[in-house]
């Protein structure tokens, strides 16, 4: 590839000889910034004229024109001054060449435009990186673009050549006069390291080198991506646990809607709470009773299809004899209602209804028949509170209970051989009916215990404890079938007076009866069967009886005409005998 070219050095610039060019000796090394600042002189310096000299033969060397070197102190108008008289001088003193004197290439014109004479080939060494400049006037020196190879002197390179801009056709100069001008101390000259480490021909537009030589560095953006991937995951992570905890809220992102079964046809099992409440509750009824000062609320239940309903006595005892009774049914409906008769021994008492058309009885059964634990469901109207029902179990039976007593004179007192239920019952139950799982009528709800004041008929305010009392169904309509026939009921005696002070076991036939009429009746069934004053009896039909008020509950358990088996002491020895019961009017 390198036939027929010269091997020697090789000009930087790719350039011919020019004909008619002087050749001068090389400029003077200057250092640019080190030089020292020569004085101002008042006189003009002199302007020299460099003289022609022979081209040599070489077509390497460059002419370069000699020019004194310019203090330190000389300003630029006056630098350039002395460049342009420098150059004037120069271009009318050099001679123009004939054409036969024109150096000859070295080589013939070479056909595929080889370096250095022709085009630059892919072989070429590429040219060196300049900084565009604007470009000096013919035959001025100018000092070199590019830091020189180490160890070569400022302004020629590794080969001696002078770093020099090719040849530009200049026009005619005509020589003018200079003018002497003040020299003026030149400002420094700018390293031209600073000038290639500012310019960098392979770098992005606006990137400065930190070394000379080496490539700009990009920016490290592995950090502001390590940052914006942790705000993303953080974002990310905050919405998702948002939308996360909304769903878990609310069941979805949705409107809600909750599962719910159908609707079923109501149909209950007959012995179920809920059976036996939709059986009994249409004969079950609420009572407002008010007169001569007071008023009070109860329950009654249906008895018969004439409107006569059965209830308690302390229920309808504020009304007295001309007091109002109104009755309300489980519908709603509401009719008044008369007295029909009423026994506070029993603490029964019936009132009847009429042009009421519609009524269903409420079925009686059987209380003997009732056992201890079987399930029961009271209904009534706790506090006003109609149609309610509650259940439980027969807790006791043949439960000896007194309530009333309110008159002081024992007028109101009830003796009841009472079913003991849990059912929860409450002031206002009273007169409601027991019923079994049949809806039958075991009892008639008429006292509960109270934790703050003891037995009573509606036992206080205190509400219920499990302890609920109600009269046997048996006894119950006894008392109403009296009441509706005759307005009164009978009460079955053994015709004895009992001393209600005795504290022993056992209840004590007293010494004198009442306004002192003897304590045994004579002719009554006490005397028939041989009882006698101060005899103390403590069994009735076998069951122990501890008290005078015990005796009186078992006796009323009874109908008047049944016969009944006493045990007895007397004179410290126990004795049995047979006695039938006699029949009084109660009140």
């Not at 004194?68 to 000389?74: L, Q, R």
């Not at 008047?560 to 002491?569: A, H, I």
Request: glycine share 14%; no cysteine; aromatic share 4%.
């Amino acid at each position: 590839m390198d036939d027929g070219k010269p091997t020697g050095p090789k000009a930087k610039w790719w350039s011919r000889p020019s004909a008619g060019r002087a050749t001068h000796s090389e400029p003077e090394v200057q250092e640019p910034v080190a030089a020292a600042v020569a004085e101002p002189s008042s006189e003009p310096a002199p302007v020299p004229v460099p003289a022609q000299a022979e081209p040599e033969e070489s077509a390497e060397s460059e002419v370069t024109a000699e020019l004194p070197p310019v203090p330190a102190s000389t300003s630029a108008p006056a630098t350039s001054a002395l460049t342009a008289a420098a150059t004037s001088a120069a271009a009318t003193s050099a001679p123009v060449a004939s054409e036969a004197a024109r150096p000859q290439p070295l080589h013939e014109p070479d056909e595929y435009s080889t370096p250095p004479y022709g085009g630059p080939g892919p072989w070429a060494p590429a040219p060196p990186v300049q900084r565009p400049m604007a470009t000096p006037a013919h035959g001025t020196a100018v000092p070199p673009q590019y830091p020189a190879p180490h160890g070569t002197a400022p302004g020629a390179d590794a080969t001696g050549g002078v770093y020099a801009p090719p040849p530009q056709p200049q026009p005619p100069v005509q020589p003018q006069p200079v003018a002497a001008a003040p020299v003026q101390p030149a400002a420094p000259l700018q390293p031209q390291s600073s000038l290639w480490m500012q310019y960098d021909p392979w770098s992005t537009p606006g990137q400065v080198l930190t070394h000379p030589g080496e490539p700009a560095k990009k920016p490290r953006r592995r950090g502001s991506l390590l940052v914006g991937a942790v705000l993303l995951a953080l974002v990310a992570g905050g919405v998702g646990g948002g939308i996360g905890a909304y769903i878990e809220r609310n069941g979805g992102i949705t409107q809600v809607e909750l599962p719910q079964a159908s609707k079923d046809n109501g149909n209950r099992a007959p012995d179920s709470v809920a059976g036996i409440a939709a059986s009994a509750l249409p004969s079950v009824v609420t009572l407002h009773v008010s007169g001569s000062g007071e008023q009070g609320t109860g329950t009654g239940f249906v008895l018969d299809q004439q409107g006569h309903i059965l209830t308690n006595n302390h229920v309808v005892d504020p009304a007295g004899s001309s007091g109002d009774i109104s009755v309300t049914f489980s519908g709603g409906e509401t009719a008044k209602a008369t007295l029909v008769g009423k026994d506070s021994g029993y603490d029964l008492a019936v009132v009847k209804v009429s042009g009421v058309s519609g009524l269903k009885p409420l079925p009686l059964g059987n209380s003997d028949s009732v056992q201890v634990g079987d399930p029961v469901v009271a209904i009534g109207a706790p506090f006003d509170l109609q149609n309610t029902v509650t259940s439980g179990i027969i807790s006791a039976k043949e439960r000896p209970i007194t309530a009333g007593g309110e008159k002081g004179d024992g007028s109101d007192v009830s003796y009841v051989d009472a079913l003991q239920t849990d059912a929860p019952i409450n002031p206002g139950n009273s007169g409601g009916p027991l019923v079994d799982t049949k809806a039958r009528v075991i009892g008639i709800n008429s006292a509960i215990r109270a934790a703050d004041t003891g037995s009573g008929t509606e036992g206080g305010q205190a509400g219920s404890i499990g302890l609920g009392f109600a009269i046997p169904i048996n006894q119950g309509k006894r008392v109403a079938e009296e009441l509706i026939n005759t307005g009164k009921a009978t009460h079955p005696v053994i015709g004895v007076s009992l001393d209600m002070k005795y504290t022993g076991d056992g209840a004590r036939v007293g010494d004198k009866g009442k306004d002192g009429a003897p304590s045994v009746t004579r002719g009554g069934p006490g005397a028939k069967a041989g009882i006698k004053p101060g005899d103390i009896i403590t069994k009735v039909d076998g069951q122990r009886v501890h008290s005078g008020e015990e005796l009186i509950v078992k006796i009323r358990s009874h109908r008047p005409g049944d016969r009944l088996e006493l045990t007895l002491v007397r004179g410290g020895k126990e004795r049995k005998m047979s006695l039938t019961l006699g029949s009084a009017n109660g009140t």
